[in-house]
């Protein structure tokens, strides 16, 4: 059984930072490519960043040089760090592997 588990969001402030991780069971995060989307209240969910399973990566335009996307191989985790933080990031962050998707972990930036 595969499951995918966020944690790591909170409130923060503008201009604070946060890392989100994806916790993953049931498949290898070093093997498989992992992704983070975000969806904002009443919007669609939308690409974020993605961490291929060869190690390249790819940023959505709107988080391109404050967020970075890792893997820790031991922890079979892929963590997502968030740095310069803006109210416009406010979103559930939800990881997706293959056809499975986390539950999300809300991210709340005040300004």
């Known amino acids: 059984q595969v499951q995918l588990v966020e944690s790591g969001g909170g409130l923060v402030q503008a201009g604070d930072s946060l890392r989100l991780s994806c916790k993953a069971s049931g498949r290898s995060v070093s093997s498989e490519g992992v992704t983070w989307y975000r969806q904002a209240p009443g919007k669609e969910r939308v690409f974020v960043a993605v961490?291929?399973?060869?190690?390249?990566?790819l940023y959505g335009d709107s988080v391109k040089g404050r967020f970075t996307i890792s893997r820790d191989h031991a922890t079979n985790t892929v963590n997502l760090q968030m740095n310069n933080l803006k109210p416009a990031d406010t979103a559930i962050y939800y990881c997706?592997?293959?056809?499975?998707w986390g539950q999300g972990t809300r991210v709340t930036v005040s300004s």
């Open positions: 997706n592997l293959d056809v499975y």
């Open positions: 961490l291929g399973h060869l190690g390249t990566t």
